[in-house]
């Protein structure tokens, strides 16, 4: 499959555990993108990786947030202590260099108990 | 601020309805407008862009939306609505200031009658 791939595809965790959600983007995809869609909300931009530059991780709601991009390639978004609110779907999209158009993946629904 | 704001929260039309949903942003420099859908269990799929030229775009499903600067809109319509296109589209502007960022709205949820 060519598209943009995101595991776990549900993940339900306890208040105060970390959790770890990876995304896979499209193959020479040079750009990645993290977001956060709470239910009923809008996509909440969380951080954005470039090639080699540094991320802009100006989305990020605190610093319990964290996330990195390995290789240029896989990229895992990491929540620390979650706490209920952290509750929504992750989803990541990737982009090619010189492009426009970000390709989504189908999102991690995080379920904090 | 780049902000970017769909006011009807959801809206329902009868099957073969014309539909518009509408879009307003605010953006410091040129604009990238983008419609995107998100189907019920699906991701988001991308219906059109626009980045310059034909203030009027096309894009897939039969979806069109028009860019006017004066409003700052980039409202989306289509002729006739077929049940399924029942879902949530979302407007998205972006640009290449300081990288490719881009915000989205809230979110207009479609419902179809038939």
């Known amino acids: 499959g060519a598209g943009v791939s995101q595991s776990p595809s549900n993940k339900v965790t306890e208040k105060g555990k970390d959790v770890e959600l990876r995304c896979d983007p499209i193959?020479?995809?040079?750009?990645l993108y993290w977001y956060r869609q709470s239910l009923g909300q809008g996509l909440e931009f969380l951080i954005y990786f470039q090639g080699n530059s540094a991320p802009d991780k100006s989305g990020l709601p605190s610093d319990r947030f964290s996330a990195e991009r390995t290789g240029g390639s896989v990229s895992t978004l990491t929540i620390q202590r979650t706490q209920q609110e952290d509750s929504a779907v992750y989803l990541c999209?990737?982009?090619?260099?010189?492009?426009?158009?970000?390709?989504f993946g189908p999102g991690t629904r995080l379920t904090v108990l | 601020a780049q902000s970017v704001t769909q006011p009807d929260i959801h809206i329902t039309v009868s099957e073969g309805a014309s539909l518009e949903l509408r879009c307003n942003y605010s953006y410091g420099a040129t604009p990238y407008l983008f419609w995107y859908v998100q189907s019920p269990g699906q991701g988001l799929q991308l219906l059109l862009k626009y980045f310059s030229g034909d203030t009027l775009v096309q894009g897939i499903k039969g979806f069109e939306a028009e860019f006017k600067r004066s409003q700052s809109s980039f409202n989306l319509r289509k002729p006739s609505v077929h049940w399924s296109d029942a879902a949530e589209y979302f407007c998205?502007?972006?640009?290449?200031?300081?990288?490719?960022?881009?915000?989205f709205g809230a979110g207009t949820r479609l419902f179809v009658k038939a």
């Open positions: 998205a502007v972006g640009g290449n200031t300081g990288g490719f960022k881009t915000i």
């Open positions: 193959s020479g995809h040079t750009a």
């Open positions: 999209a990737s982009m090619g260099f010189n492009t426009d158009t970000q390709y």
